[in-house]
């Protein structure tokens, strides 16, 4: 059995250790028999917690209720219940911040487990003189309260937290008893579950799915009756990841509906649903959450042990799907570890070098990259021992003497010469069976004694739970960082975890504690080599969580390059995740994933609106196309100030085939926009289109952006509007842009046009 002690939370930054104003410890008021609810405010957002009852619950979340007083919010309370109907139990059913049977709750419950059989039917009972309300002075607030639980002799706590921007986060902690008569036998934990309550009016559910080289594709569905339920079972987010779900009124869009989301701040296996019952979910309709999905015999807590759930961030938005992504997006930049230098431009050497690494190769590739005005290089797979193709080597993390006779050195200080960064590719969580640290430890391999199943990508899972693994890969990886001064960690994790089980715990099933195991490598390194950035790359999108956020410094969201396959990826990861974090590279043509030929304009545009990088062979690149590139960077650092501060805003356009995406100052006094085009439509024209997050009230410049060239138009003569833009002398006021729209010029397919708006 792998010991368990997992207090590490998922998703945790330095900014949820905020020191507080003033506390309110709720205790026993003999001079009054109800407390009135908790009300917490933050940006535009009300959470109105019920603390009546065995358990607090939810009697709103959503829009802001205003400065309601005592009186109001007892009577909201009491609105809250609901009658008894016919052929139904004789006490209103409620739905609860730990909901369980013994409310009448015939849902997922919140607490699931047993001890050898017994003990499964919880009943929390709040500890009122423990139960703690703290405000926030930026806004909203957190609720501590701690809980017994006479069935299962387990100590329970939870931690609820309104955030400034306007975002729920909840915790929940089980403890198991030092006492317990029970001792000899662990208590299987099955599930700790974060749900909260949704209205009728939320009717339509969207999720994602995806695979390799497809990620985050949406899907729509009603809610119906039943569980919508997503289980993760990758040990890893993976690719079909639902990565946020959202529940809306019918018909929510980019900018219009009222929607509520969720998100797990987790990177092992989950599990997210949307569950209705036909009675409801006491005075609301249905739930929406999930949490880590536990594997049988995964947590099994002896006394004196705990575990604590990762974090489940919950978002309401009454301006559609762009409201979320606000939230979260200023919840991520108030971190205190979030970046804040400009993002340096890279130039990523795997789709250009491939295996093939010779050294005068890879140096005339970065005088390339230093002339065009890239400000990291990044050395990506093939460098280490043995390393010539994708079937071996995995675990030895050792310079390869043959293809690197004097080390890394060489390379790694012409690359600071040019004045660039360095930056190297690891996968440290994998390992191949053609590899030394394989044949000398077979009982680092993560798979059953009886065998190593199937490989995936010829290759295995490293035990991180075994401590003499751990300690190899931070040693190796710590001691290559300092060698050779690398200052980027690009960390790949190319499979997934099937039949996850420690060698050296007997067997015990690890895919939990592989990635505790795995949060607390990186935080080991980061602490030992301050200033460190690593990137999270998982078979390109397939572990892109809160978790992982909060130690990395991107994302790399695809590998697919191809800019019409991007568009659409990168606009569904920057839902949860600002743009400043969202690896996007100009890659070649044709794309060597999908075999499509793109124009150079439509790359660099798909590449523009984020952390920008170049995955191109730049040496057998022409002038033209250098110059180019150059202007195009030259650009992106311009905006890249206004890319990591601004709004994300995304267009409501009927035709699927174009896009109109953007990033507003969040003074309004900028903008950038790309107006693309994937494939032909019906229509000839595109007609008006809005530009959000415009202030109504100024004026602005609009300019066509040319610097890196221009799409194909195949019209005869653009509109009066376009062709001043082209001259830079198109002034128009911000209600017509955001409230009337321009009719877009009609482009090729394949095609996009990029657009700088300033005030004046």
């Known amino acids: 059995m792998v010991k368990v002690s997992l207090s590490c939370r998922a998703g945790e930054s330095r900014a949820d250790h905020h020191e507080p104003q003033r506390s309110t410890r ?162 299987d934990l099955a599930g700790l579950t974060a749900l909260m309550p949704l209205p009728p009016r939320a009717s339509e559910i969207l999720d994602f799915t995806g695979r390799w080289s497809r990620e985050r594709q949406p899907q729509r569905l009603p809610v119906t009756d039943g569980s919508h339920h997503r289980h993760g079972r990758r040990g890893k987010p993976g690719a079909d990841n639902p990565y946020v779900t959202i529940v809306g009124t019918a018909g929510f869009a980019n900018r219009t509906g009222e929607v509520w989301g969720f998100h797990l701040a987790w990177s092992g296996d989950s599990h997210w649903r949307v569950e209705r019952l036909p009675e409801g979910a006491g005075g609301a309709s249905a739930v929406i959450g999930g949490g880590e999905a536990l594997r049988p015999g995964e947590i099994r807590l002896l006394p004196g042990q705990e575990y604590v759930s990762p974090d489940a961030f919950f978002a309401w938005s009454g301006q559609g799907l762009d409201g979320i992504s606000d939230r979260f997006h200023q919840y991520l930049r108030a971190r205190d570890s979030h970046p804040v230098r400009p993002r340096p431009v890279l130039v990523n050497t795997w789709e250009a070098v491939y295996f093939d690494h010779d050294q005068d190769r890879l140096t005339a590739l970065v005088d390339r990259a230093a002339e065009v005005g890239a400000e990291r290089f990044v050395l990506d797979d093939g460098w280490f021992l043995g390393r010539r193709n994708d079937r071996t080597s995995l675990g030895d ?228 196309e250098l110059a180019a590139l150059t202007a195009f960077i030259a650009f992106q650092k311009d905006i890249r100030a206004l890319i990591a501060r601004g709004r994300v805003v995304n267009a409501d356009i009927p035709d699927p085939a174009t896009t109109l995406r953007g990033v507003v100052d969040a003074d309004g006094s900028r903008a950038v926009y790309v107006w693309a085009r994937t494939v032909t439509s019906s229509s000839i024209l595109s007609g008006q289109v809005r530009f959000p997050g415009l202030d109504a009230g100024r004026d602005y410049t609009v300019r066509v952006v040319s610097e890196f060239g221009l799409p194909s138009f195949p019209g005869r003569e653009h509109s009066p509007w376009v062709a001043a833009a082209l001259e830079n002398d198109l002034t128009l006021p911000g209600a017509v842009l955001a409230r009337a729209g321009l009719p877009m010029p009609t482009l090729a397919a394949q095609q996009a046009l990029v657009l700088e708006l300033n005030a004046v």
């Open 397 to 624: 993390w050792q310079v390869d003497p043959q293809v690197w006779p004097r080390g890394l050195a060489p390379l790694a200080d012409h690359v600071r010469a040019r004045g660039l960064e360095f930056g190297l590719w690891f996968e440290p969580e994998m390992i191949s069976l053609d590899s030394r640290v394989a044949r000398e430890h077979p009982d680092w391999i993560l798979a059953p004694s009886q065998g190593f199943g199937a490989s995936m990508r010829q290759q295995y899972v490293l035990d991180l739970t075994s401590e003499a693994a751990f300690g190899y890969l931070l040693e190796s990886i710590s001691g290559l960082v300092a060698q050779y001064g690398v200052a980027y960690v690009k960390w790949d994790h190319n499979r997934e975890l099937h039949e996850a089980v420690s060698r050296v715990h007997g067997d015990a099933v690890a895919v939990s504690a592989q990635t505790h195991a795995l949060y607390r490598l990186m935080d080991e390194l980061r602490s030992r080599h301050p200033g460190l950035e690593i990137e999270s790359c998982s078979a390109g999108g397939s572990r892109v969580d809160l978790g992982i956020l909060a130690r990395t410094d991107r994302v790399w969201a695809s590998d697919c390059i191809d800019p019409v396959e991007r568009i659409m990826t990168d606009r569904w990861t920057s839902l949860l995740l600002p743009p400043e974090l969202i690896g996007v590279h100009v890659g070649s043509s044709p794309a060597h994933t999908t075999s499509r030929q793109t124009d150079v304009t439509l790359r660099f545009a798909g590449a523009l609106l984020g952390h920008t990088g170049v995955e191109w062979d730049l040496t057998g690149r022409d002038p033209d």
């Open 26 to 187: 709720v205790t026993d008021d003999h001079s009054r028999d109800v407390r009135p609810p908790v009300h917490l405010r933050a940006a535009g957002v009300s959470l109105v917690i019920d603390l009546e009852g065995p358990v607090p619950s939810v009697v709103h979340w959503g829009a802001d209720l205003g400065d309601v007083s005592e009186a109001g919010l007892s009577a909201l309370a009491l609105s809250a219940g609901v009658e008894l109907t016919s052929n139904a139990p004789d006490v209103p059913r409620r739905l609860t911040l730990l909901p369980v049977e013994r409310d009448l709750w015939s849902g997922t419950p919140a607490i699931a487990g047993h001890l050898a059989g017994r003990r499964t039917s919880p009943r929390p009972v709040s500890v009122r003189e423990a139960l703690t309300v703290t405000p926030d002075p930026a806004g909203g607030g957190t609720i501590e309260a701690e809980f017994t639980d006479e069935i299962t002799a387990l100590a329970l706590s939870l931690f609820l937290r309104l955030t400034p921007q306007g975002l729920v986060q909840v915790r929940h902690r089980v403890h198991r008893s030092e006492t317990d008569a029970d001792g000899e036998q662990p208590y």
